[in-house]
């Protein structure tokens, strides 16, 4: 084929894969809008509650099916990486509360989340899933390998 014929064949190509394209557009649903300023809210007063050692506070803004997953390297192989219900995440949670005071919230993926930087280095990040303005579930990210692949943002005032 000469080069007039594989130009008119690529702009054939262009021309029908731009009207698919738009067929698609037009009859889509809009991407639902996440509201960031209620999810920094419910990551506020989990922080809160977190700090404070406050159980009931963290009850209320867990959903009663969260899920955990602890993707951290320190799990043994074919420890439990999964947690489910919100009084059990939230009892764990609560172990952690001594370090909450390294916890910050951030972007973690895109959506509201938390970063854990004692002295400024990052050793870990919750990621998080909001259902009905409650925490869902919430992704435990402290693997080196995985947290070098989080898309990571600081959350401004």
Do not use: W, Y
């Not at 002295?119 to 070098?148: S, V, W, Y």
Request: no cysteine; charged share 25%; proline share 6%.
């Amino acid at each position: 084929m000469d080069e007039a014929g594989l130009a008119a064949r690529f702009e054939a190509a262009t021309r029908q894969l731009t009207s698919r394209a738009r067929r698609r557009v037009r009859g889509a649903t809009p991407p639902r809008q996440v509201d960031i300023g209620r999810q920094r809210q419910v990551v506020q007063a989990f922080l809160a509650a977190l700090r404070e050692g406050d159980f009931d506070g963290l009850l209320a803004v867990l959903d009663p099916e969260v899920l955990l997953r602890d993707g951290s390297a320190q799990l043994p192989p074919g420890g439990a990486g999964l947690m489910r219900g919100a009084r059990a995440v939230g009892a764990h949670a609560l172990t952690f509360s001594r370090g909450a005071r390294f916890v910050q919230p951030a972007l973690v993926n895109g959506a509201v989340g938390l970063a854990i930087v004692p002295q400024g280095r990052l050793i870990g990040a919750l990621g998080l899933t909001f259902k009905h303005d409650k925490i869902a579930i919430i992704e435990m990210i402290a693997d080196p390998e995985r947290l070098r692949h989080v898309d990571l943002a600081a959350l401004g005032p």
